[in-house]
């Protein structure tokens, strides 16, 4: 079975450019997860949906940051206009909210804004 | 105080050893506990649940302490292979989660 696939894997951009970062999650799961994680500040929840809804957005940094889920099989996270401090590996995982909400996660899309 | 904490480490410990590590949380409310495993570069992957009854899976034990609010992972026997960083996780009520910051561990030969 075909796991969390994100897309691109790598991304580079510069200063004030769009970048949209792409997320399917496992067929059957209800719920989708995007998650930022840095040196720094760790593995944080940026916004989660369930059942294509967005339920909570408050770890969304600025209002640069917007996520969508348009049908059960598609997410898309987008940073509009980018900065250096953007820069990090945007997660994203699902769930199908059974065994205590187990996530499993993509292989990530690394980010590097110059 | 953080919602959820962990040793940073690195724990460095041989081959065969057995390591344990500490988690605390904040919430007394957290309904699910899970520790996830970190290789570098890498996503978080599952590496248990934690039940409040604790649970065992081969050489892994994970403990749950609700009163005092921690869980723990104990590896018995290491391995080369279990050496990456492992996360503890929290969820608090419907689906948000809290993921510790981590703890490296380094199995050497």
């Known amino acids: 079975d075909a796991g969390v696939i994100q897309s691109p894997r790598h991304e580079v951009t510069e200063m004030g450019q769009e970048v949209t970062l792409r997320c399917k999650p496992i067929s059957g799961h209800n719920s989708l997860f995007w998650y930022r994680q840095t040196m720094m500040r760790g593995l944080e929840l940026l916004i989660y949906?369930?059942?294509?809804?967005?339920?909570?957005d408050s770890g969304m940094p600025e209002d640069r940051f917007s996520a969508k889920m348009p049908n059960a099989s598609f997410s898309t996270l987008k940073i509009q206009p980018s900065e250096p401090r953007d820069s990090a590996v945007y997660f994203c995982?699902?769930?199908?909210?059974?065994?205590?909400?187990?996530?499993?996660f993509g292989p990530g899309t690394r980010l590097t804004v110059t | 105080r953080k919602e959820v904490e962990q040793d940073p480490g690195p724990f460095n410990v041989p081959e065969g050893a057995t390591v344990a590590f500490n988690c605390t949380y904040s919430?007394?409310?957290?309904?699910?506990f899970f520790w996830y495993r970190q290789d570098c570069r890498k996503e978080p992957k599952l590496l248990m649940s934690?039940?409040?009854s604790g649970n065992e899976d081969g050489r892994f034990t994970a403990q749950l302490n609700r009163a005092s609010q921690y869980i723990s992972l104990l590896i018995r026997d290491s391995k080369l292979s279990d050496s990456a960083t492992y996360l503890c996780?929290?969820?608090?009520?419907?689906?948000?989660?809290?993921f510790g910051a981590g703890t490296r561990l380094f199995v050497k030969a």
């Open positions: 919430n007394s409310a957290s309904q699910s």
């Open positions: 949906f369930n059942n294509n809804v967005p339920i909570d």
């Open positions: 934690v039940y409040s």
């Open positions: 996780v929290v969820r608090g009520g419907g689906f948000k989660t809290i």
């Open positions: 995982a699902s769930s199908d909210g059974t065994s205590g909400y187990e996530q499993y």
